[in-house]
């Protein structure tokens, strides 16, 4: 067990620095200067935008060398302190980030855990009976090729559009002033509704088509007939069955977490949600390089840490993968 976690964590420590650097240089390639767009959106005399550009140039950082922004954006990781934004100075990244998380983790969450949870129970079932076949697998084939953007469209138009039964975007009614009030509860559960249907809906055919084809070959394969030949019941090797077309969709999740995640930036987008999706498309339109970058070393780090997770509980529930340990060490 110890090597296999420092194996794992030496793996994410790894991934992670790749990460990270991936994450410094895609703003510094993209085209134009971000001390320059700021100013631009000011009515400067010359004079005046020079001695500004060299003052928020060396308050930003942007007139050191490339080397030296990558060691001070390093020691801002360790010490989280990601910078100030430019398009809403000065409040720092980390404010933005923490105000936008909260929504982030409310439909993510909820989606992955629900989608998972719902399509592994309707795969299994529709491995075991002929009419929820015939239409969980069409369904669940059509749910999984939609594209986000397109579901996102086609849900607010049906539900908001034409039944007006819940609200096209933003993440509560602008005219209530946050609160613990069941008003501004409600409607916080009306915006977060939509877009939280989007990312079920597009995930929950994968799981389902999976997980069918999954049981029915653990159903058929050679250990449900000994079991069988053995006199057992066939609710008991169904249960194996379930059990063991669990573990490869588990090990699914770890790799559709970031699917997911770039998924839930392009529905944020869509709906106006005030996520950590919409932040960073509002990041990229604006060049902010500062909350650009905390946004995506968020996003490293939630993915990340997800994966180690689902790695310790794969280890909790696969007795082979715990074996083959014991089997090492010996």
Aim: charged content about 10%.
């Amino acid at each position: 067990m110890r090597r296999f976690l420092i194996r794992k964590l030496i793996t994410y420590v790894l991934a992670f620095i790749a990460g990270v650097t991936i994450d410094w240089g895609i703003p510094h390639l993209m085209p134009g200067d971000p001390v320059q767009t700021y100013l631009s959106t000011f009515r400067l005399q010359p004079a005046g935008y020079a001695a500004l550009y060299k003052t928020m140039s060396q308050a930003f950082g942007t007139n050191m060398s490339g080397w030296d922004q990558y060691l001070h954006y390093w020691k801002g990781i360790l010490t989280w302190d990601l910078g100030v934004s430019y398009t809403s100075f000065p409040t720092p990244v980390s404010t933005l980030i923490a105000q936008a998380l909260p929504y982030t983790l409310a439909l993510l969450v909820p989606a992955i855990v629900l989608s998972y949870t719902l399509g592994n129970r309707l795969g299994a079932a529709a491995a075991r009976r002929k009419a929820l076949d015939n239409t969980v697998l069409p369904l669940g084939y059509i749910f999984q090729a939609m594209p986000y953007a397109w579901v996102a469209l086609i849900v607010p138009y049906l539900l908001g559009v034409v039944w007006h039964v819940f609200p096209l975007s933003g993440g509560y009614d602008h005219s209530l002033l946050p609160s613990w009030t069941w008003t501004f509860i409600w409607s916080l559960i009306t915006h977060w509704f939509l877009p939280f249907l989007t990312v079920f809906i597009v995930s929950l055919g994968g799981w389902a088509i999976g997980m069918r084809n999954l049981v029915i070959y653990e159903l058929e394969n050679d250990a449900s007939r000994y079991l069988r030949a053995l006199g057992a019941r066939e609710r008991v090797i169904r249960r194996y069955a379930y059990r063991n077309a669990s573990l490869p969709q588990l090990s699914g999740l770890a790799l559709q977490l970031g699917v997911v995640v770039g998924g839930n930036i392009v529905t944020e987008t869509a709906f106006q949600y005030p996520g950590l999706g919409h932040l960073l498309f509002t990041a990229i339109a604006n060049k902010d390089y500062f909350l650009l970058q905390g946004i995506f070393i968020f996003i490293i780090i939630g993915v990340l840490l997800a994966n180690f997770i689902i790695d310790l509980v794969f280890i909790t529930v696969d007795p082979r993968t715990r074996l083959s340990m014991q089997g090492a060490q010996a």
